[in-house]
């Protein structure tokens, strides 16, 4: 339990290690922990940026999606009246169709009667003539009576 | 437990306390050894054999051991910390690294704490001292008999294997760190230095006297203190860890199992060979349960059943005292570590200081 020489030995082995730590560790691990967190800062920040990037973007899509759907509604609508008006317009131009046929066919109908009338008004004074002929057995002037029984035909 | 069959506890005890020393024996000493005395002609320069060799030797001697574990402890420090600032890297830090950044920010927290001004060496001096001591009183928690029975095998007589527990290696740190306080006062406040230990505190000329005594006395008290704190606390549980290991070892002959087999092997002494074996067959089966090969209660039932075998019951408690105190003590060694570092700083904080 005396003090010797180690005293100055434990001194100079004591500067030593501080010296070595000095140069050698401190710097390097203080620098290397600086950087580090130098970087985790950086990365941070980095990470804040993107996240109100990210914000931005989506309240931009959010805002184009709105308008998109506005649009598309709009464009929705207008097919929707251009149809109803295509099919009003079909069923006008059927309509009108329609009775054109009703006219052309009532017209040929009209026709078809008249026609029929001539034809039965000149084979009914033709059967009037022979059956009175047939009656009369006489020689009767043809031309006379026939101008008779067109009258009583035309009358029929 | 202790040397060559120790003939009383005293010897025992005075056995632990004698470091291994190297010096000058003086011109016309008169060595007792096994041959028979002998005067020495000229001043020698040889290993001391006793106390009474070491007294002889005075000052002009050297504590081998605690040189060699105080310089292999700050080898192992400086090696660990450079490992891990070789691999420090501005990327993600992993295991080992991890820890000693832990520590550096640690004490870069306490010196930005406590240092105001500006000096790059106040930081890796406390990284310094506060890793280094930790590693000195770290020794006092390896088994007291130990590593001293070994060496003694190795023909190696004396051992004490805390650097801390010798007054010269902490008072060595201790002046280290005055002298940089000196350095450090003379160096910011020059002439600022002298009338802070002249004028302070009573600021008048015919003052002078009691103010330098006064002062004097302040500042050589810091080192002082520094020094004597940490070997006091060191001493004091190594002391303890001895007394506990002392108790015991009497009862360990006597163990229930281990008795008969000790004196079957051994005779009489229980040898350093047999803890040998069983600390390191405790310290295996410490080891698979960490790489989680068996369980913890199984390691606790092994260990037990381990320290059983090997010292008996009286031993156990003795195990078990020893093992209390270490746990106790590794809050000393930390604790007295940090003091020492955590002063160093305010010492030199206040040498920064222009104003007192």
Same mark, same amino acid.
């Given at each position: 339990m005396n003090i010797n020489l180690t005293l100055f030995g434990q001194m100079v082995t004591f500067a030593i290690f501080v010296w070595f730590c000095m140069k050698f560790v401190w710097p390097v691990i203080i620098v290397a922990m600086e950087e580090r967190q130098q970087k985790i800062a950086d990365g941070l920040d980095a990470a804040d940026r993107a996240m109100r990037d990210l914000e931005a973007a989506q309240n931009k899509a959010t805002d184009q999606m709105k308008e998109a759907k506005q649009e598309a509604a709009g464009i929705v609508d207008q097919a929707n009246k251009r149809a109803n008006q295509i099919v009003d317009e079909a069923k006008q131009q059927a309509v009108a169709e329609g009775d054109r046929l009703k006219l052309a066919a009532e017209a040929e109908i009209e026709q078809e009667i008249n026609r029929a009338k001539e034809e039965l008004r000149a084979s009914v004074a033709g059967l009037a003539l022979a059956g009175a002929e047939k009656v009369l057995e006489a020689s009767i002037d043809d031309k006379a009576n026939r101008a008779l029984v067109d009258k009583l035909a035309s009358q029929l | 437990m202790s040397g060559e069959n120790p003939a009383s506890t005293t010897e025992y005890i005075q056995h632990h306390l004698q470091n291994l020393v190297y010096g000058k024996l003086p011109e016309g000493f008169e060595r007792h050894s096994e041959v028979g005395g002998e005067v020495l002609s000229a001043d020698t320069w040889t290993m001391a054999h006793g106390a009474s060799e070491v007294a002889a030797m005075g000052f002009w001697a050297i504590h081998v051991d605690s040189m060699m574990w105080s310089i292999g402890l700050g080898i192992i420090f400086c090696w660990m910390f450079r490992a891990a600032a070789v691999r420090a890297t501005t990327g993600v830090p992993s295991g080992f690294l991890n820890f000693v950044e832990l520590v550096v920010d640690f004490i870069d927290g306490t010196v930005k704490d406590s240092f105001q001004g500006h000096n790059k060496m106040v930081a890796p001096l406390a990284l310094t001292i506060f890793v280094w001591i930790f590693l000195m009183n770290l020794?006092? $928690? $390896? *088994?007291?008999d130990l590593v001293p029975k070994l060496l003694m095998l190795a023909?190696?007589?004396?051992?004490?294997?805390? *650097?801390?527990?010798d007054p010269n290696i902490t008072m060595g740190m201790a002046l280290g760190v005055f002298v940089l306080m000196l350095y450090y006062n003379i160096k910011i406040k020059g002439v600022g230095f002298i009338k802070e230990l002249t004028m %302070? *505190?009573?600021? %008048?000329?015919?003052f002078i006297p009691i103010n330098l005594f006064m002062e004097l006395v302040g500042l050589l008290a810091k080192p002082f203190s520094l020094g004597l704190r940490l070997f006091g606390n060191m001493y004091a549980g190594e002391m303890i860890f001895i007394l506990i290991a002392m108790m015991f070892a009497a009862g360990a002959g006597t163990g229930l199992l281990s008795g008969g087999l000790n004196a079957q092997l051994f005779g009489e002494d229980t040898s350093g060979i047999f803890w040998l074996v069983v600390f390191i067959l405790v310290c295996v089966v410490c080891w698979l349960n960490l790489k989680e090969k068996i369980s913890t209660g199984r390691t606790v039932l092994l260990t037990l059943g381990l320290l059983t075998v090997a010292g008996g019951v009286f031993a156990l408690g003795g195990g078990l005292m020893q093992w209390g105190w270490a746990i106790f003590h590794i809050l000393v060694i930390t604790l007295q570590a940090f003091i020492f570092m955590v002063l160093t700083i305010v010492y030199l904080s206040m040498a920064h200081e222009e104003d007192h």
């Open positions: - | 020794m006092d $928690l $390896l *088994p007291v023909g190696v007589e004396y051992q004490k294997i805390v *650097p801390s527990t %302070h *505190p009573f600021n %008048h000329w015919a």
